[in-house]
C-alpha cells in the first residue's frame, strides 16, 4: 500500500519522518544531512547531541533498515527538516541520532501506518515486524516492541493485537455436541424388529412390530385431545350442594314486613344466613366430553409410537416370577437402564404374585392389555409389554371402528 502527502504543511514532523523512513529514502545521516544534502548546518554547533539553545541531551542510536523494511513504500517522499541536531559519527554512518520524544513520535506515526494499511483488510492477525538490523542496546527493545504493537480498527476503535499467536481451541469447545441421529425416521408406518428377552435378560427371539401401530408420526395434538378427554371423563362428578327447597328449616316469615327497622325477609333458609342454601353450587353431572373413536386409538398409537422412538419399549415372553416378594421386581427394575417409573403390561388377567410384588412399590405399576391407556403410558417413562399383550393391542387396533 502506498500513501501519497501533496504537501507537508500542517503535518508534524514525525509522521513526515515517518514517511520517508518507510520509504527509505530521507535516512537523516550522520552529519545532520538529509536526503542527500551535503551542506552542513550553519548553526556551527558542536558534534555532540544538542537542542538549539545548545543544552546537551542524551542521545541512542536507532537501525532504520528493519524498520523500512517492514513499513510500506511512501510515493513522493517530503523533504525532511529535521531539528537541529549533530552527530558524532562519522559522515558515512547510516544511523539517527535523535531524543527519545521524538523517536517516540516517529514510532507512532509507523504505527498510524500500519494501522492504515490494516483498515482495508479483514480483521485478523498481523504479522510481526521484520527484525531491526544493527547495533542496538538492549534496553531499547522492550521499548520498541511496546511501540511496535500493531493496531487493527474495528467500528471506529483501535483494538490492540499481541504478538502472540492466537490459541488453538478444541472444536468440541466452541459447539455444542452434535444431537445422535437416529437410524431411521420416525414415522414411515415401517414395520420394526424388536428383541424379546424376560426379567433375566435372557434373550427369547425376536417379534414383529406393526408399523401402522408402533411407528407413526408423533402428534402432541392428539395426544393433548385424548389426555384431556381421559382426565375428564375419569371425575365421578358427585358434587352436591342443597337449595333452598332441600335445606331443612321453617317456612315461616321471621318478622314483619314494615315497623321492624330491619331488612326484609320472607325466610330464613336463604344463602345470606348460617345454615341456608347454597346460591348456585355444585351439582352432580357429567364432565365426560366428546372424542371420536378414530382420535382415541390414534392417541394410542402416538403414544406406543413415541416410547419405542425413545428405546423404552421393552418385549418380554411373560412376567412370571419365581415368587411374590418385592425384592425380585426392586431387582429386576433396578437392573433396567435408565427407569425411573415402569409400567408392566401383560396380555390376560395379571398374576397373583405379579400383583403382591407390585403392590407396595409406588414407581411400578401393572395394567393388563384391555385396561392400555395414553394417559398412563405417559406417566410412566419405561413401558414393558409382553408378547401376548403386543398381539391383543394390534388386533384391537386394526378391529374396524363400529360406526
Given at each position: 500500500?502506498?500513501?501519497?502527502?501533496?504537501?507537508?504543511?500542517?503535518?508534524?514532523?514525525?509522521?513526515?519522518?515517518?514517511?520517508?523512513?518507510?520509504?527509505?529514502?530521507?535516512?537523516?545521516?550522520?552529519?545532520?544531512?538529509?536526503?542527500?544534502?551535503?551542506?552542513?548546518?550553519?548553526?556551527?554547533?558542536?558534534?555532540?547531541?544538542?537542542?538549539?539553545?545548545?543544552?546537551?541531551?542524551?542521545?541512542?542510536?536507532?537501525?532504520?533498515?528493519?524498520?523500512?523494511?517492514?513499513?510500506?513504500?511512501?510515493?513522493?517522499?517530503?523533504?525532511?527538516?529535521?531539528?537541529?541536531?549533530?552527530?558524532?559519527?562519522?559522515?558515512?554512518?547510516?544511523?539517527?541520532?535523535?531524543?527519545?520524544?521524538?523517536?517516540?513520535?516517529?514510532?507512532?506515526?509507523?504505527?498510524?501506518?500500519?494501522?492504515?494499511?490494516?483498515?482495508?483488510?479483514?480483521?485478523?492477525?498481523?504479522?510481526?515486524?521484520?527484525?531491526?538490523?544493527?547495533?542496538?542496546?538492549?534496553?531499547?527493545?522492550?521499548?520498541?516492541?511496546?511501540?511496535?504493537?500493531p493496531f487493527s480498527?474495528?467500528?471506529?476503535?483501535?483494538?490492540?493485537?499481541?504478538?502472540?499467536?492466537?490459541?488453538?481451541?478444541?472444536?468440541?469447545?466452541?459447539?455444542?455436541?452434535?444431537?445422535?441421529?437416529?437410524?431411521?425416521?420416525?414415522?414411515?408406518?415401517?414395520?420394526?424388529?424388536?428383541?424379546?428377552?424376560?426379567?433375566?435378560?435372557?434373550?427369547?427371539?425376536?417379534?414383529?412390530?406393526?408399523?401402522?401401530?408402533?411407528?407413526?408420526?408423533?402428534?402432541?395434538?392428539?395426544?393433548?385431545?385424548?389426555?384431556?378427554?381421559?382426565?375428564?371423563?375419569?371425575?365421578?362428578?358427585?358434587?352436591?350442594?342443597?337449595t333452598i327447597s332441600?335445606?331443612?328449616?321453617?317456612?315461616?316469615?321471621?318478622?314483619?314486613?314494615?315497623?321492624?327497622?330491619?331488612?326484609?325477609?320472607?325466610?330464613?333458609?336463604?344463602?345470606?344466613?348460617?345454615?341456608?342454601?347454597?346460591?348456585?353450587?355444585?351439582?352432580?353431572?357429567?364432565?365426560?366430553?366428546?372424542?371420536?373413536?378414530?382420535?382415541?386409538?390414534?392417541?394410542?398409537?402416538?403414544a406406543l409410537s413415541?416410547?419405542?422412538?425413545?428405546?423404552?419399549?421393552?418385549?418380554?415372553?411373560?412376567?412370571?416370577?419365581?415368587?411374590?416378594?418385592?425384592?425380585?421386581?426392586?431387582?429386576?427394575?433396578?437392573?433396567?437402564?435408565?427407569?425411573?417409573?415402569?409400567?408392566?403390561?401383560?396380555?390376560?388377567?395379571?398374576?397373583?404374585?405379579?400383583?403382591?410384588?407390585?403392590?407396595?412399590?409406588?414407581?411400578?405399576?401393572?395394567?393388563?392389555?384391555?385396561?392400555?391407556?395414553?394417559?398412563?403410558?405417559?406417566?410412566?417413562?419405561?413401558?414393558?409389554?409382553?408378547?401376548?399383550?403386543?398381539?391383543?393391542?394390534?388386533?384391537?387396533?386394526?378391529?374396524?371402528?363400529?360406526?
Amino acid at each position: 500500500m502506498s500513501l501519497t502527502f501533496p504537501s507537508a504543511s500542517g503535518l508534524p514532523w514525525s509522521l513526515v519522518a515517518a514517511c520517508q523512513v518507510a520509504s527509505g529514502e530521507g535516512i537523516v545521516a550522520g552529519d545532520g544531512r538529509a536526503n542527500g544534502d551535503e551542506r552542513a548546518d550553519d548553526d556551527g554547533r558542536k558534534k555532540e547531541g544538542c537542542d538549539s539553545d545548545g543544552r546537551t541531551r542524551d542521545s541512542q542510536s536507532y537501525s532504520t533498515s528493519g524498520l523500512a523494511q517492514s513499513l510500506p513504500k511512501v510515493q513522493n517522499p517530503l523533504p525532511l527538516q529535521p531539528p537541529p541536531c549533530r552527530s558524532s559519527s562519522s559522515s558515512s554512518s547510516s544511523y539517527l541520532f535523535i531524543d527519545s520524544v521524538r523517536m517516540r513520535g516517529l514510532i507512532r506515526a509507523a504505527a498510524l501506518l500500519r494501522q492504515s494499511q490494516s483498515q482495508s483488510q479483514p480483521r485478523t492477525w498481523l504479522p510481526k515486524a521484520a527484525p531491526i538490523e544493527g547495533p542496538l542496546t538492549l534496553s531499547l527493545l522492550p521499548w520498541i516492541a511496546k511501540h511496535l504493537t500493531p493496531f487493527s480498527s474495528y467500528k471506529g476503535y483501535s483494538t490492540l493485537q499481541t504478538h502472540e499467536p492466537p490459541v488453538l481451541i478444541p472444536p468440541e469447545l466452541l459447539s455444542t455436541p452434535s444431537a445422535l441421529t437416529p437410524d431411521r425416521r420416525i414415522g414411515e408406518y415401517e414395520d420394526l424388529i424388536a428383541t424379546v428377552t424376560n426379567f433375566r435378560g435372557e434373550d427369547r427371539g425376536f417379534m414383529v412390530l406393526a408399523g401402522d401401530v408402533f411407528d407413526v408420526p408423533i402428534r402432541t395434538d392428539i395426544i393433548h385431545r385424548v389426555v384431556k378427554w381421559q382426565l375428564a371423563k375419569r371425575r365421578q362428578g358427585t358434587h352436591s350442594t342443597k337449595t333452598i327447597s332441600e335445606v331443612s328449616g321453617t317456612g315461616r316469615k321471621p318478622w314483619r314486613q314494615k315497623g321492624t327497622g330491619r331488612a326484609r325477609h320472607g325466610t330464613l333458609r336463604g344463602p345470606q344466613f348460617r345454615h341456608g342454601a347454597a346460591c348456585h353450587g355444585p351439582k352432580p353431572r357429567s364432565h365426560a366430553i366428546k372424542l371420536q373413536k378414530k382420535v382415541r386409538r390414534l392417541g394410542l398409537k402416538v403414544a406406543l409410537s413415541a416410547r419405542t422412538a425413545e428405546g423404552k419399549l421393552l418385549v418380554f415372553e411373560d412376567l412370571e416370577l419365581p415368587s411374590h416378594k418385592t425384592k425380585n421386581i426392586v431387582n429386576y427394575v433396578s437392573e433396567m437402564t435408565d427407569a425411573k417409573k415402569v409400567l408392566l403390561v401383560d396380555g390376560g388377567p395379571l398374576d397373583d404374585k405379579l400383583k403382591l410384588a407390585t403392590r407396595n412399590l409406588h414407581y411400578v405399576n401393572v395394567l393388563p392389555s384391555i385396561g392400555l391407556n395414553v394417559y398412563s403410558i405417559l406417566q410412566h417413562d419405561t413401558l414393558v409389554m409382553t408378547r401376548d399383550a403386543v398381539n391383543r393391542i394390534v388386533e384391537r387396533m386394526h378391529t374396524p371402528i363400529n360406526r
